[in-house]
């Protein structure tokens, strides 16, 4: 199977459109073309909530795992979680329906997000993040002057 990639995914006018118009995006592109290529496990099932305008709150449904099982990383602008569970061979299940096993789950942070906090609360996982504009990227007018 060839790797796809967003070029050849986008509409030819969009694709002309994006490309022509966009200096500097190559990493953005090569990050979306890794995406498109990439199979995204659905355990531990989550969600990403946009709490505010520059505050995000990303949770994991961890049944049956405690602080202790689980770590939370971010480096390189990519937040990672991960979590292992000791399981009890010896019992005897007649269904077994909570998924406790070992899992990875990266997301790619935009620039200038950051997590502010990490908290477990009955069997969910909130990290907190906000989006901090440093003040050399907020919008500025440019005076035109007259020669």
């Not at 355990?43 to 099982?69: C, H, K, M, R």
């Not at 997301?107 to 502010?116: G, K, M, S, W, Y």
């Not at 609360?121 to 035109?144: F, Y």
């Amino acid at each position: 199977m060839s790797k796809l990639s967003l070029r050849s995914t986008l509409p030819s006018e969009l694709s002309s459109i994006l490309y022509k118009n966009a200096v500097g995006f190559d990493p953005f592109f090569k990050y979306v073309d890794e995406l498109i290529n990439t199979d995204n496990p659905s355990y531990p099932p989550y969600n990403i909530e946009q709490l505010d305008e520059n505050n995000y709150q990303v949770s994991l449904a961890l049944a049956g795992f405690t602080i202790e099982d689980i770590d939370v990383t971010l480096e390189n602008g990519v937040l990672t979680i991960s979590g292992s569970i000791e399981t009890d061979e010896k019992k005897l299940y007649l269904h077994r329906g909570i998924g406790m096993r070992s899992f990875q789950r990266n997301f790619r942070l935009a620039d200038n997000i950051e997590v502010t906090s990490a908290i477990m609360e009955n069997g969910i996982l909130k990290i907190d993040l906000h989006r901090e504009i440093p003040e050399e990227q907020k919008p500025k007018k440019i005076n035109i002057l007259q020669k």
